[in-house]
């Protein structure tokens, strides 16, 4: 489907396609941007253009292009000279930097078109989780649907094993949640599931396990230091979604491992 065009273009063009998966990463990232301003607030994403929350002027293109508007404005509104946030260039970055390393691991495969899918909507989830301590049904529930299609549509797993991943996700934090009584949420439940969607429930696993162990040690550290106490929310949903980053790269093969008694 969309794999044989881009093997053709890597093939013709191998530094080019480094350099077009960076900007493309960018502009990305930038739109990552809208989604997280917009989406917790139930605003269009296409309307209004982008403009300064301090004084409503609209961004004209120049001033709105990916990390080196921010440069050259010094991090301020031109209008009225507010401070833009730090937030709006480090997710421009970090969609780059992570789709680069997609493609540099994976190369023109389905697993990079699942990267080029399912990282940035877990980057836009990570936003919204630690400044809202919400996780967008707007992103999950369409997420779960995406990412059966998408197996669907390229083979990198069987149908089966995508639609196990979505009970397995969904049925786990279904537990949880009946178990804790509070501290994880519907939203953590259909991230679950979306992940199981895209991943399928051997690389679910493996995403499920990182979170826990991420989450847990950051816990711990933010308790030891005071930086939150013991009534503070900690959301899970960035642990969620960095577990099911790596387990896009290592999760198959973790599986692959632990099945075969830690041998290999
Ligand atoms: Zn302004």
């Known amino acids: 489907m969309i794999v044989p065009p881009l093997r053709a273009v890597a093939d013709a063009w191998p530094a080019g396609m480094v350099v077009a998966v960076a900007l493309f990463g960018l502009a990305i990232g930038s739109f990552l941007n809208v989604v997280i301003a917009r989406v917790p607030a139930g605003r269009s994403l296409v309307r209004p253009g982008s403009a300064c929350p301090g004084c409503s002027a ?17 991090g301020r509104c031109r209008s009225c000279g507010m401070t833009i946030a730090w937030r709006y260039p480090i997710v421009e970055v970090i969609t780059a930097v ?23 909507a877990l980057i836009a989830i990570t936003g919204i989780d630690m400044q809202h301590q919400l996780i967008p049904n707007a992103v999950t529930l369409p997420g779960i649907l995406v990412g059966l299609v998408l197996n669907l ?58 979170a826990i162990v991420l989450g847990g040690a950051t816990g711990v550290v933010l308790l030891a230091t005071g930086l939150r106490g013991r009534k503070d929310p900690i959301p899970f949903g960035p642990f969620l979604a960095a577990g099911g980053a790596m387990a896009l790269f290592w999760g198959e093969r973790t599986f692959a491992w632990w099945i075969g008694g830690f041998g290999g």
């Open 58 to 74: 609209l961004l004209k293109w120049y001033d709105n292009i990916p990390v080196l508007s921010f440069l050259l404005l010094r």
């Open 98 to 120: 992570v789709l680069v390393s997609g493609y540099v691991a994976l190369g023109p495969t389905a697993d990079f078109v699942v990267v080029v899918v399912l990282l940035p």
């Open 153 to 210: 549509a390229t083979g990198r797993i069987s149908w089966m094993e995508s639609v196990i991943g979505i009970l397995l996700g969904g049925g786990l934090f279904f537990v949880i949640i009946l178990a804790s009584r509070g501290g994880m949420g519907g939203g953590d439940l259909k991230l679950g599931a979306m992940l199981g969607a895209f991943l399928g429930w051997k690389a679910l696993l493996f995403a499920l396990f990182v």
